[in-house]
């Protein structure tokens, strides 16, 4: 096994802004007018410096030294040849994988928690609410909440509160409140429930509570893991990072995988790779999401809101339509009906490509890369694997060789019944009917620019 590090030192200072180096993005609509949302209304759930990254086309943004100093408690993180699993595939392909498991949450998201929490905190407030679908998310802002002496208040959905228990108790040791969703505290919440009693819940719902209580209470801010352009912005750390270690390790990837749900972890690795596409060099990044809930392959590049509430800015996305409840998969992180602005825009250019694969296939080979090395991937995580794996058959089978690159976003430590599922043969491949992501997008909103 072939590890290459960076010294704490090498730590990118900066983080990158792809906003820079792609076409003006459509500006966030007001659910309310209709209209581009104002930095007034933005600011009832978000400070002001989250909302001047947001909104930013800066290429170049400083890190904070004091984020930089979390940060350097588990960055800069490891690159990893994949020799064992290279071996169990048969493969002449070069797998390597960028390992961000090693965090305190267990996951990539730290690395936008902690500089949101961190803004926060500087500007007043005290009190943040968020959204939590497998429990990644809500784990990394307790984290980050902790450490700056703040309360939080973590709407988790319902079917993976259940099935992750452990996640609710990680984030109750770091001091933070964790709701099964839909809940009876918010409008939202009780409506999903009085449609359907036994509703799972999604993450659309579950921001829709979590947004509900903060613009409900001005002491309270809200905190997003993954979707809007800050949390993108922060990710970059990631690709920053992989790209000088591979530069280290001699060679370059001709193909880089990561997970999608709402977009932050493909972004992080994939907007560094996409600038050096677009000044010239020979990469393709591939976005790889769930059958059943296969926003990109199969949504629609439009207007939509980020939430089932309507609360959100409206935004353009692919999108399968918020009112989408997906299947209750495994892999939780990646249930959300939409994409990251950022993401779309780089898919609808034809900057990046995207895939979706069964959750069969994804324990198939998230078994055989903790059994080849040693570490347990969430199930997110294993759909970049997949991937990777399948790219790397596909190449054998044309006689090709090919660098290929995945970002392991965190480990399953917390995941294990989903691998008994598996084991168990509980599991099985279910894709979302064309007829229902139809019905779903006859709910899009109206907007007109002009």
């Not at 030294?65 to 690159?79: F, G, K, Q, Y």
């Not at 809101?305 to 692919?318: F, L």
Request: net charge negative.
């Amino acid at each position: 096994m072939k590890k290459i590090y960076l010294n704490p030192s090498d730590m990118p200072t900066q983080w990158y802004n792809i906003l820079a180096d792609l076409p003006q993005l459509a500006p966030p609509i007001s659910p309310a007018t209709g209209k581009p949302a104002t930095p007034e209304e933005m600011l009832a759930i978000f400070p002001g410096p989250i909302l001047e990254q947001e909104m930013s086309a800066q290429r170049h943004i400083d890190i904070p030294e004091e984020v930089l100093d979390i940060l350097t408690i588990w960055r800069p993180s490891p690159v990893v040849r994949a020799e064992r699993l290279e071996k169990a595939l048969g493969t002449k392909c070069r797998i390597y994988y960028k390992y961000e498991g090693g965090s305190p949450a267990g996951s990539h998201k730290t690395n936008t928690a902690v500089p949101q929490a961190y803004y926060n905190k500087i500007s007043g407030i005290n009190k943040l609410t968020t959204e939590t679908g497998a429990g990644q998310w809500g784990s990394a802002l307790s984290y980050a909440t902790s450490i700056f002496e703040m309360s939080l208040r973590v709407y988790m959905v319902k079917v993976s509160y259940f099935q992750k228990p452990y996640r609710k108790s990680f984030m109750n040791m770091f001091g933070a409140e964790v709701i099964p969703s839909p809940s009876n505290l918010t409008n939202a919440g009780r409506a999903e429930l009085e449609r359907d009693p036994q509703s799972h819940g999604s993450l659309g719902l579950a921001i829709s509570e979590a947004v509900e209580e903060a613009a409900s209470n001005s002491d309270t801010n809200y905190a997003l893991g993954s979707v809007l352009n800050h949390v993108i912005i922060h990710q970059s750390l990631i690709g920053l990072e992989a790209k000088k270690q591979m530069e280290i390790g001699g060679d370059y990837p001709d193909m880089v995988f990561a997970s999608c749900g709402g977009g932050s972890n493909f972004g992080g690795i994939a907007a560094p790779f996409v600038k050096d596409k677009m000044d010239g060099k020979k990469v393709e990044c591939v976005a790889m999401e769930p059958i059943s809930c296969p926003t990109l392959t199969k949504g629609e590049y439009t207007f939509d809101y980020g939430d089932v509430g309507k609360m959100t800015p409206i935004m353009q996305m692919y999108t399968l339509g918020h009112d989408f409840m997906p299947p209750a998969i495994h892999a939780g992180g990646l249930r959300y009906h939409g994409d990251s602005p950022i993401v779309s825009a780089m898919y609808k250019q034809g900057l990046i490509d995207a895939r979706s694969i069964g959750q069969l296939d994804v324990f198939k080979y998230g078994t055989l890369f903790a059994k080849t090395e040693g570490i347990i991937p969430a199930p997110e995580s294993s759909h970049a694997i997949a991937g990777a794996a399948k790219e790397a058959l596909a190449c054998d089978e044309r006689g090709e060789s090919k660098s290929l690159l995945f970002c392991l976003s965190g480990h399953g430590h917390f995941d294990m019944a989903s691998y008994d599922a598996y084991y168990e043969g509980k599991l099985e491949d279910y894709s979302y009917p064309e007829e229902e992501i139809e019905k779903s997008l006859r709910s899009l909103p109206k907007v007109d620019l002009d």
